[in-house]
């Protein structure tokens, strides 16, 4: 077969070149394997779409200092206390991961720690869902305000909200259904940490919001998981609480302080919603929830499905020594 560049086929190729490399992270020596091009050629093709990346050693280890600006500080006290998680690998150094199926929370993360380190994505098999992603970010000695779960929150009303934000973003739920006919909304926070919610809701009733707590499920409580291929009984080894805040106007009112600090863009489309006064009837509202839901379905199985075939590809590629397989 003839050896052209792949810039010279047109912009189909130039996109297949982009994706294999900037977005497969394939080295120039496996992509000219795969397009039966010269690596002298590749390496070419690809300079005249873009300058090359760094050495794949400095793209992983790369990390820079937390900004310290105050209110991204609070954004990220909520967030760990919720589902991000931060540990210390060194004096130094430390790591934050989240696991995921819903494409919102993994953009969240990369959107948010982006700045400050190379975010990786690593595909897993698990029980429940059958495969998600796995994203790990390593992060330098200035995030070490992140390592421990927080149980205080902020005292001043702004960093108090963005903090809430991180919160909700992460263990937060914005609902929408009818009753009697009518559209009802409310907002809830799960968290095996009473003495967090106790305290949010201290600061949120000095917000004027009436905010309820109550022990959702109790420690030693037998739940059972469905998965993909069964279920298995778990016991909680914790007490789950929630808060929970259910009159319309206070909802909406919450909705219209977070929604300007909110990265979750599903819970976003939800307070979209939730602040859509012109639709009160649920007859007018419940399909437009509906339609919601459905998008949200698809996009977390488009995820699941595209972890799955990244897991099966990587280990092909590793019975393979690196080398792809014919498409």
């Not at 982009?18 to 000219?32: N, P």
């Not at 029980?127 to 929150?153: A, M, R």
């Not at 778990?234 to 009159?247: E, F």
């Amino acid at each position: 077969m003839a050896q052209t560049s792949a810039t010279e086929n047109g912009s189909n190729n130039a996109e297949l070149l982009r994706k294999l490399y900037w977005q497969d992270c394939l080295t120039i020596r496996q992509i000219a394997q795969e397009l039966l091009l010269s690596r002298r050629e590749v390496r070419r093709s690809l300079a005249k779409l873009g300058p090359l990346r760094t050495a794949r050693k400095g793209r992983i280890f790369w990390s820079g200092p937390f900004s310290g600006d105050s209110r991204e500080r609070a954004y990220l006290m909520g967030l760990r206390a919720g589902d991000i998680n931060v540990m210390r690998t060194s004096h130094l150094k430390m790591v934050s991961r989240v696991s995921s199926t819903h494409q919102a929370m993994l953009e969240l993360f990369r959107q948010t720690f982006a700045p400050y380190g190379q975010c990786n994505a690593e595909p897993r098999k698990v029980f429940l869902s059958g495969y998600d992603w796995q994203l790990k970010v390593q992060l330098d000695g200035s995030f070490e305000f992140l390592v421990d779960e927080p149980l205080e929150i902020p005292s001043e009303e702004d960093l108090f909200y963005w903090f809430l934000a991180g919160l909700a973003d992460s263990d937060g739920s914005w609902c929408l259904f009818g009753d009697k006919g009518k559209t009802a909304c409310a907002f809830m926070i799960s968290s095996q940490s009473k003495l967090l919610l106790e305290r949010t809701k201290t600061r949120l009733e000095k917000e004027c919001y009436h905010a309820k707590l109550y022990l959702d499920k109790k420690k030693g409580t037998k739940k059972t998981i469905r998965g993909v291929n069964g279920s298995r009984e778990i016991t909680l080894t914790k007490d789950l609480w929630r808060l929970d805040i259910h009159r319309r106007e206070e909802v909406r009112a919450l909705a219209r302080k977070l929604l300007p600090i909110s990265r979750h863009s599903e819970k976003r489309r939800k307070m979209f919603l939730i602040l859509d006064e012109a639709n009160e009837e649920w007859g007018t509202m419940g399909p437009k929830v509906q339609r919601l839901r459905d998008e949200i379905r698809n996009e977390t199985a488009r995820t699941i499905s595209d972890a799955e075939i990244e897991y099966k590809a990587k280990g092909t590629r590793e019975v393979n020594g690196g080398r792809r397989l014919e498409r």
